[in-house]
């Protein structure tokens, strides 16, 4: 069983920092480092976006809305899913879930994702 826990969401003033993770299991470290993995976001009224993906090889992708401001990364070793989010805005604010992709297809953020975490909430006041 494939599980995803977020963590390090909370509130901050615009301009600052965070750090999201997200610790997974369910999976031996060779599927781990083959598989997609992203982080999307949800406000509330508004539908659920892709915000960063990263490839099993560590190329990454961003939506235009955080490129230049958020960093994807992960930890093989710690078998960990990391976004950093640096110079906040009030428009950041949401649920964050990271997700991961088993199946076969190209890694983007359009693709169907399999697993989903439970979401950690970020909060940025202005």
């Known amino acids: 069983q494939v599980q995803l826990v977020e963590s390090g969401g909370g509130s901050v003033q615009a301009g600052g920092s965070l750090r999201l993770s997200c610790a997974t299991s369910g999976y031996t470290d060779y599927i781990y480092s083959r598989i997609c993995m992203a982080w999307f976001r949800q406000a509330p009224g508004k539908e659920r976006e892709g915000v960063a993906v990263?490839?099993?090889?560590?190329?990454?992708a961003y939506a235009d809305s955080v490129k230049g401001r958020f960093t994807i990364s992960k930890d093989n070793a710690k078998n960990t899913l990391y976004l950093q989010m640096n110079s906040l805005k009030p428009e950041d604010a949401a649920m964050y879930y990271c997700?991961?992709?088993?199946?076969?297809?190209?890694?983007?953020?359009?693709?169907?994702?399999?697993?989903w975490g439970q979401g950690t909430q970020v909060t940025v006041s202005s």
């Open positions: 997700a991961a992709k088993l199946s076969s297809g190209p890694c983007r953020l359009t693709g169907d994702f399999d697993y």
């Open positions: 990263i490839e099993s090889v560590g190329i990454t």
